[in-house]
């Protein structure tokens, strides 16, 4: 997948920015705090719907306005001119509205599958350290962005607690109020919610099963992929294990009829516990990932370096596994990436990108690019007339290690730069 342009309104630190990329490497050049990761997450938003930092849309939108909008055209393998927008505005109420070229979509599960991105980033560390949610944050996008069915389920999941819980509610103060006034008990209103219980917890079973089956399957290839891409980086010294930690007492390896029963079975023998909390105890809303290396917990034994090779493996499989079962190169986000790996970890990385589109920060290209002799200058402040081609620069091969290393074919081989300054993007000739 290619992103032409993105376009961005009231986002961040940007008030309206167009930018046209090349379909190669996109370099973004600026000092902090000055803008380069919020066209990443920008970019980031289209792929999963949610920002990499953040779950608040609101903080998206620029200061002072009430709403914020991201459009990019993208081309994939099969249909060459796509665009995608996202508008999120706070007023007259909250509302988020996404356009697949430009046909308005009636859920944000439609998003999902049109366009793929993988991000890397300091935040990745978070995977490792935070808690279970990021964890299965982390596979359901990666599921969702595969298998729009998937997050599907998950939003059906969703509502399906929401409803069970808020009947479980009602039973609890019924009990209650039994206790108070035994005489205003209604026995048959108390058995009839307990149906309306019943039939809450089959659907719930239900959709869980699913929901269970897939992670399983893809906790399976993250661990495998993420196994060899460790192994490699560590010199066979570190073996990876990822776990799937769902409800206690399933058996996530048996089949789906069977699992479907564990479920009925646990939530039949926690109702009156549940009925007493008036929420549902156990569930997928509750899983996690456990990432070992060496067979230690690596969230509590890991180094510092331990983790951080880690979660570059993990992230790797990431990729791998959605450029297998998209068949689509996606996008991939590098945000500060380079500065902060060794030598080892970067050559493995880049050995993993072939023909994807690259968007990669940095606060001195030195990072990226330790050859680097030229000199960067605005395009306006140039002498090339020729604004379509100008920013396009073809880099001497032996210089470029960037350019080697992401394998690109002669013919697609361009890269771009641009300064950030201050929420302001200013494409940059390369002068060599
Ligand atoms: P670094 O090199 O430190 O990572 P960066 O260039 O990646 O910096 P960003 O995270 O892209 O920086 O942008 C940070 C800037 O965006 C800050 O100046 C911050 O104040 C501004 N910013 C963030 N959210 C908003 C918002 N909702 N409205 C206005 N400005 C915002
Ligand atoms: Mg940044």
Redesign the pocket.
């Known amino acids: 997948m290619k992103i032409k342009q993105i376009i961005l309104k009231n986002y ?2 940007y008030e309206q920015e167009k930018i046209k990329f090349a379909s190669g490497i996109n370099v973004f050049v ?10 990443l ?1 920008a970019v980031y938003l289209c792929a999963s719907a949610r920002s990499h930092r953040t779950g608040k849309d609101a ?5 002072g306005h009430s709403y914020y909008q991201v459009k990019i055209d993208f081309s994939g393998k099969e249909i060459d001119d796509q665009s995608l927008e996202i508008k999120y505005s706070t007023k007259p109420r909250i509302s988020r509205d996404i356009y697949y070229c430009d046909i308005k979509q009636n859920r944000i599960a439609d998003l999902f599958g049109l366009f793929h991105a993988v991000i890397f980033a300091p935040e990745d560390l978070m995977l490792i350290k935070d808690g279970p949610a990021v964890r299965r944050r982390f596979i359901d996008v990666l599921i969702s962005q595969i298998k729009p069915l998937y997050f599907r389920n998950l939003q059906l999941y969703q509502q399906y607690l929401k409803q069970r819980n808020h009947l479980l509610k009602t039973l609890r103060e019924m009990l209650y109020q039994k206790k108070v006034n035994p005489n205003s008990f209604n026995e048959d209103l108390y058995e009839f919610n307990l149906i309306q219980l019943s039939i809450w917890t089959e659907k719930l079973a239900e959709v869980q099963t699913d929901i269970i089956i897939t992670r399983q399957a893809y906790v399976n290839k993250i661990s495998n992929y993420a196994k060899e891409s460790l192994a490699i980086i560590s010199d066979q010294t570190e073996i990876l294990n990822i776990k799937y930690k769902t409800v206690s007492g399933i058996n996530v390896n048996a089949d789906k009829e069977t699992i479907f029963q564990q479920l009925i079975n646990r939530y039949i023998n926690q109702q009156d516990d549940d009925i007493q909390r008036g929420n549902t105890g156990s569930g997928t809303h509750r899983d996690d990932l456990e990432i070992y290396v060496n067979n230690n917990l690596l969230k509590e034994r890991g180094s510092q370096g331990q983790q951080r090779s880690a979660v570059l493996a993990i992230k790797l499989a990431e990729l791998k596994i959605i450029e297998k079962e998209t068949q689509e190169k996606p996008v991939l986000l590098l ?2 990436v380079m500065s902060e790996l060794d030598e080892k970890r970067r050559e493995h990385l880049l050995s993993a990108f072939e023909q994807n589109q690259v968007f990669i ?1 940095c ?1 001195e290209l030195a990072q990226i690019y330790p050859n680097f002799k030229g000199e960067l200058l605005d395009e306006n402040e140039s002498s090339f007339n020729d604004i379509e081609n100008s920013p396009m620069v073809s880099l001497n091969d032996s210089e470029n290690d960037l350019k080697n290393a992401l394998n690109l074919e002669k013919g697609n081989d361009y890269i771009k730069f641009y300064k ?1 300054d201050k ?1 302001t993007v200013k494409p940059q000739i390369l002068l060599q």
Do not use: F, P, S, W
């Open positions: 961040r630190n600026g000092k902090n705090a000055q803008g380069k990761t919020n066209i997450e903080e998206l939108i620029k200061d945000d500060d920060t606060t950030i929420g």
